[in-house]
């Protein structure tokens, strides 16, 4: 059995939304075969401003970064066109000061 591990503040921290920049990093790993047969997926990556991150025999790495709406349009819309895997970071936070 795993133990938890508390850990220890010393500052807490309050911010209204207009405070805050947040976006997530999501990574979607789509077949080659889909990618380089099919021009929807390229469109698709064009439309929705993601990176290819890495191209290889198999698969190719896509990268988008953007608020979770967005994320999720994106693996929605990329779905039937090879997707084989998603994973996504989660909000990622800034103050805006």
Known sequence: MRGKKQIDSDEIEYYKESQLVYNELAFYKISYDYFVNN????????????KIVEVKKD????????ETEEVFTFLNELTPYGLIKFNRSGKIVMTKN
């Open 39 to 50: 021009d929807i997926v390229q469109s698709l990556i064009d439309k929705h401003q993601a």
């Open 59 to 66: 698969f190719v790495f896509v990268e988008k970064i953007g």
